[in-house]
């Protein structure tokens, strides 16, 4: 048995050292995105059915395979011998040193905000900025046609893509389509400083791509060849997205060991989330709108339903995430956001170690500076803000009409993340009564 663990770790050594010379033939070339073959590359959402896996992964499995052949033995190992292996594995993968953060959110949830505490780290980070949302513009209807499987799917395989520093996949979804690996239309750049710096951020010849110009600088459209290079360069990769529906379609993300992967899922009350996107999105929030005037709600209303499926599915990757399955052992956390807003320096200290990046003093400094400031910038994606007043303030735009109906429909949801019920409306409007229970969320 010995003697094929042996063999079964040469193999992998193998594969290593073959990943790594991949790794540095991409860096010498310096259209690594037109590199990517068709055959590589899913090109409609049908091809998706068919999950595509890296040519290392399926030689490995085609050894693994004829091994179990030759001796029966083999594919009889108890589940702690098999958990041994992977850890193993782990520690041998091929990630490069890197590391991974998915944050996982929904809208509303102040994940931008939350995203900022990664961005802000320093010059070692990659961080981009709900890059799914050129998939979803593109390919909403068909998502409804395959109830979001396909969409789920592709997803998953651009988050793999970014991770792995390949915007050739992206490309596809971007509309209209680049020009060489150039485009302007890249959903929030500015959101993102990695790609407002070299070389990245390309000096800006005349005025008229002043429109394109980042927060800190002015920067010309955003070259995806350029910015594959920059994230080669980083140490850690970070991505916010409030586009992933289940934590389950993200296994194989996980699993692919060219990855150091930690997700964070950001939860926040149901009401405060409701609240908010009444106000940001208020001309697709119309039918709530009438309702809080008229004081009746149709529970059996598309909106009702439509927002049941939404607490559903945050309440069943919440579920898969904090019942840590091996697949995800150590490398899923939990945070309300409510808890980051009134312990923010705290919170970030514990997201950084979980995903074992050290906490810069860039990134102390921006979380200290936007928490606790006295007045707000405006705009619905402001991250500058005071963060424990922020917290609170739905309790006093929404109605008690229709926190009732959150409660009901998301009342799992709310009692599995520790959210308190109200009565009535004195109680909704009493910010000396807490709504949050104090919870502990294992995520270790």
């Known amino acids: 048995m010995k003697a094929k663990y042996a063999v079964i770790f040469i193999c992998i050594v193998a594969l290593v050292i073959i990943e790594k010379e991949?790794?540095?033939l991409s860096r010498v070339s310096d259209k690594l995105i037109q590199r990517q073959t068709p055959q590589q590359t899913p090109?409609?959402?049908q091809d998706y059915a068919n999950t595509t896996e890296s040519g290392s992964l399926m030689v490995l499995k085609v050894l693994l395979s004829k091994m179990s052949v030759s001796d029966g033995n083999y594919s009889n190992f108890s589940e702690?011998?098999?958990?041994?292996?992977?850890?193993?594995f782990d520690t041998y993968g091929y990630s490069g040193g890197r590391k991974h953060v998915l944050l996982m959110a929904t809208t509303r949830t102040g994940s931008s905000f939350v995203g900022e505490f990664f961005n802000q780290h320093g010059e070692s980070m990659f961080y981009l900025f709900e890059p799914l949302w050129h998939v979803e513009r593109m390919l909403a209807t068909a998502a409804e046609a395959n109830n979001g499987t396909v969409l789920a799917e592709i997803y998953r395989d651009v988050l793999q893509a970014l991770f792995l520093c390949d915007f050739s996949l992206l490309e596809k979804f971007i509309s209209p389509p680049p020009q060489d690996h150039v485009t302007p239309d890249l959903f929030r750049r500015e959101s993102s400083l990695s790609l407002c710096e070299e070389p990245a951020c390309t000096p800006v010849i005349k005025d008229v791509f002043e429109r394109y110009h980042c927060k800190t600088r002015r920067c010309g459209p955003l070259n995806l060849t350029l910015a594959s290079e920059s994230c080669l360069s980083k140490q850690y990769h970070g991505i916010k997205t409030v586009r992933v529906r289940q934590l389950e379609t993200l296994q194989p993300l996980v699993k692919d060991p060219r990855l150091d992967i930690k997700i964070i899922q950001l939860v926040r009350d149901p009401r405060a989330i409701l609240a908010s996107r009444m106000v940001a999105f208020s001309s697709k929030y119309q039918t709530w709108k009438a309702w809080a005037h008229d004081g009746q709600v149709p529970e059996d209303d598309e909106e009702v339903k439509r927002l049941k499926?939404?607490?559903d599915n945050i309440r069943m990757s919440a579920e898969v995430?904090?019942?840590?399955?091996?697949?995800l052992r150590s490398r899923y956390m939990l945070v309300r956001y409510e808890d980051i807003a009134q312990y923010p320096m705290q919170k970030a200290e514990e997201m950084y170690k979980f995903t074992g990046i050290p906490f810069s003093s860039q990134a102390r400094d921006w979380i200290l500076k936007n928490t606790q400031t006295t007045q707000e910038a405006s705009g619905i994606y402001s991250t500058q803000?005071?963060?424990s007043e922020q917290a609170e303030k739905w309790r006093f735009s929404i109605p008690f009409t229709l926190a009732r109906v959150v409660q009901k429909v998301c009342g799992p949801t709310m009692k599995l993340f520790g959210y308190k019920f109200v009565n009535d409306e004195k109680?909704?409007?009493?910010k000396s009564i807490s709504l949050l229970e104090h919870r502990?969320?294992?995520f270790h």
């Open 321 to 327: 995430g904090l019942s840590q399955p091996h697949w």
């Open 427 to 430: 109680t909704l409007i009493n």
């Open 385 to 387: 803000k005071n963060s």
């Open 22 to 24: 991949s790794n540095i």
């Open 309 to 311: 499926g939404n607490c």
């Open 80 to 88: 702690e011998q098999e958990e041994e292996e992977l850890d193993d």
């Open 43 to 45: 090109q409609t959402p």
């Open 440 to 442: 502990q969320f294992q």
